[in-house]
Each structure stands twice: as C-alpha cells, then as structure tokens.
C-alpha cells in the first residue's frame, strides 16, 4: 500500500510541480508542494469531485417529469385565460400537480423561488407556461418551460418569453426536452 501510495504521489508530482519527500519514522508519505497555490487547487479539485459524487450535495436541477409537468399546463389552461393575460401560481411540490396554486407576484422571496409558476397567452392564444425547479439566488433560476410557440430571438438571445417573470425564459434550440417542452434559465443574473 505504501509503495503504490508513492507511486501515486510521483505520478501527481509530474503533473502539479510537487516532489515526494521520504517517509518519517511513522511511515507517512509527505508531498512538499513547491508553490502554495497547487495546494489550494489541488484541494478545490479533490473536494469538488468528492461533493459531487455525494447524494444530495450536488447542485442540479430536478429531472424533467413529462406526466407532472403535463398536467400542470393542463390544469392552466382549464383557468380559461384570455389572450394577452398573465396569470401566477406557486406548486407546493412539483411532483404535485394538485398543489397549484394562485400566488401573489409581489411576494418575491430570493432562493426560494423554485415551485413558482408563470404563465401567459399570447394575443394569438398560445400557451406559455414556466415553471421554476431551481433557484439559486443572485445567481438565477433555471427551470422548464412548456410553449406552442418555439424560442424566438429577442434581445440577440432564444427566449419562450421576453416578458416572462425574473427573465426565466432563456433558451436554445439545443436545450429542448420534449414537444413544447425546453429547459429555460435566468436571462440575466444579479
């Protein structure tokens, strides 16, 4: 163990400017970095690994529900919503449908936006409907957003909705998941 361990240290060493220093009297293997900055970044780089590998420290969005997500723009087009009206809505648990909710927009509360829903018809009467499955708080949302309508460039980027609430609306033609269906994020971070 100890001589792959060095054999290890060595082959690191090659890599990040780092020599191996002999064993103590305890038989540890020490490496001496030579600059302290590669000590830092090393550690970064094998935290970073550790903590995504771990359940629940990884920071991604939750996975696209096809059958929820569905019925959430179901039950949003039963509202019966004019064309050119907005209407917002909180689900208290995304992986609940019947948890939608009308909510008040003013009561914006930063990183805990995800549940929000934004929804719009067009004054041509197509559907939009963005629905907030992370917040992340000064560093945007991202999210799903269902429309009849594909991206259209506005403001030399794809947007579902130029008007859509905290700008969640941003995507590509890459980022579509399903019929009418695109991953979204925040246009713009603060």
Known sequence: MLSQTRADLRVLGEHIDMQVVPPRESGTVVAAYRRPAELVFSLFTFLSIVA????????????????NLNEVVERVKRLGMKP???????????????????????????????????ASRAPTGEFTVIVVAEDRGHAGSRGFGYSEAPPQVTSGRYSLDEDAEHLLSCTDLQHKIDKNWWEVWSCEAD
């Open 52 to 67: 995504a590998t771990l359940p629940g420290c990884a920071r991604s969005m939750s996975a696209f529900d096809n059958k």
């Open 84 to 118: 050119g009206e907005t209407i917002y809505l909180r689900l208290d648990s995304l992986a609940t449908p019947a948890s939608l909710h009308p909510r008040n927009p003013n009561t914006y509360m930063r990183g805990q936006e995800a549940g929000n829903v934004w």
